[in-house]
């Protein structure tokens, strides 16, 4: 058995469905009935919104008590360590996310992924493993989910079987259940560090290299307008967080996202977020109408979480009229592909626009790409950094400024390359240095830029 400890002090125990000593004689399933008996009775001697009020002590006491009465006829030889189990999963039920719990409060875990009741995956250090998590049936998950999204004013049901949430503490959430879902209710968890990530930390990470982040950093107070590209759980939020970082604290930002989970820390932040549809399948207010909205919010900065559809025409028209310094991220697999999906998500607008005016809206608006990905080791980094130079014909023009080059894996499956600049300057230089920004030649340099 180990123990962890929770923010207040509280002992988690997780012990392997193995120890016969741990389950008190008890199998999986009747553990699980039991701390469904206990929430049961618990539910209906104290009123739910009193009982999840109580002070944690006088709610542990409530829980002994039930505990008592329903392992007097379910299991009287209940052990010392399994009863410290069941307690801490009907506080679980009562005051949290029911199993997931100590999941959603260990601080190594990145992702959590409920496939169904009997499957409970977590992710560490940027590998997947199988944890010994169960739910009782599929009204177990249910609840769980139930109890994420009603604060939100969001609902799950079969007439929308699909919805994005956050936690408390930022964290995404998405569930999908039956009858989209074969296995049963499913969630994904996207965790969030409590702390927001620096600069430093990402430099640490070796997602990035100190001369990258000064470039980075230079464009954002420069006010280019950047987008951050990558697979899925490469890491765009953190490091359009990190980014974020770097705007002026006087700036006025608007944020635009599905599901709020940026985490900004200037004082003049406005959060704008999405919602669906009701029950007659109205009142939705999608990012692309947001998007409008922002513009007539006297923005100087607008971060779109992620751009998926048409709210890329609003965008970039945004920036071609005066919003300049813009962030937000989208998912590709390269650069350049990244360019292709913007004209892709301009043509989603619905307007008849030839290929070319769209590419020029690009190539006018647009100024960097960070692009990250997500290798076999887990680790995370930024793979290239290229500036949108213009058009060639019908052609963007796209230029690698830093790169990521990877040599190889070690004998213990770790990613060996390193980050270099190409040698080649940005054409917007002039630019930067019209507003008061200078930067080194020496940071160009590949054979030494971080020296």
Do not use: W
């Not at 409530?62 to 506080?91: F, K, Q, T, W």
């Not at 697979?231 to 980014?243: C, D, M, R």
């Not at 100087?300 to 005066?322: F, H, S, Y």
């Not at 626009?353 to 290798?375: D, G, K, T």
């Amino acid at each position: 058995m180990s123990v962890a400890t929770t923010q207040d002090g509280a002992n988690v125990y997780r012990v392997s469905e193995a120890d016969p000593e741990a389950a008190g004689g008890l199998t999986r399933q009747e553990r699980l009935e039991l701390v469904s008996r206990v929430h049961a009775k618990l539910l209906e001697e104290v009123e739910p919104k009193r009982l999840t009020a109580l002070p944690r002590e006088r709610m542990m006491d409530e829980i002994r008590a039930a505990l008592d009465r329903a392992s007097a006829e379910a299991a009287p030889a209940l052990s010392g360590r399994a009863r410290i189990r069941v307690l801490r999963e009907v506080y679980d039920e009562v005051s949290g996310y029911g199993p997931i719990q100590p999941l959603i409060e260990d601080p190594t875990l990145t992702e959590i992924m409920v496939n169904g009741p009997e499957q409970v995956y977590a992710e560490r250090d940027g590998k997947l493993f199988l944890t010994d998590i169960r739910f009782r049936d599929d009204a177990h998950v249910l609840r769980i989910i139930e109890r994420i999204v009603t604060p939100l004013g969001r609902r799950i049901d079969e007439a929308s079987p699909m919805v994005d949430a956050r936690l408390p503490d930022g964290s995404r959430v998405n569930a999908i259940i039956p009858p989209l879902s074969l296995v049963g209710p499913c969630i994904n968890i996207r965790k969030f560090s409590r702390v927001p990530y620096t600069a430093d930390d990402l430099i640490a990470f070796g997602t990035i290299t100190p001369a990258m982040t000064a470039f980075i950093k230079a464009c954002v107070v420069g006010r280019l307008n950047l987008i951050i590209s990558g697979g899925t759980g490469s890491g765009k939020t953190t490091t359009l967080n990190v980014l974020s970082s770097f705007i002026p604290n006087a700036e006025r930002i608007v944020t635009i996202e599905d599901a709020a989970e940026l985490q900004l820390q200037q004082e003049h932040v406005v959060t704008l977020e999405g919602r669906p549809p009701n029950l007659e399948g109205q009142g939705e207010v999608t990012i692309r109408m947001l998007v409008r909205n922002a513009l007539r919010m006297r923005p100087e900065r607008i971060i779109v979480g992620e751009v998926r559809g048409g709210e890329a025409l609003d965008m970039l028209q945004a920036m071609n009229t005066g919003h300049d310094g813009s962030l937000s991220t989208v998912h590709t697999n390269s650069p350049r592909d990244t360019l292709s999906r913007l004209e892709t998500m301009v043509l989603m607008a619905g307007m008849e626009l030839p290929a070319r005016a769209v590419r020029e809206q690009i190539a006018s608006a647009m100024n960097l790409i960070v692009h990250q990905h997500r290798f076999s080791d887990g680790t995370r980094k930024v793979t290239h950094i290229s500036e949108i130079q213009g058009m060639e014909g019908d052609v963007v023009v796209l230029q690698d400024l830093f790169l990521y080059r990877q040599r190889g894996l070690d004998e213990n499956g770790k990613v060996i390359g390193e980050h270099v600049a190409t040698g080649l300057r940005p054409k917007f230089l002039p630019l930067l240095e019209s507003r008061g920004i200078h930067l080194s030649a020496d940071m160009f340099d590949p054979k030494g830029g971080d020296k």
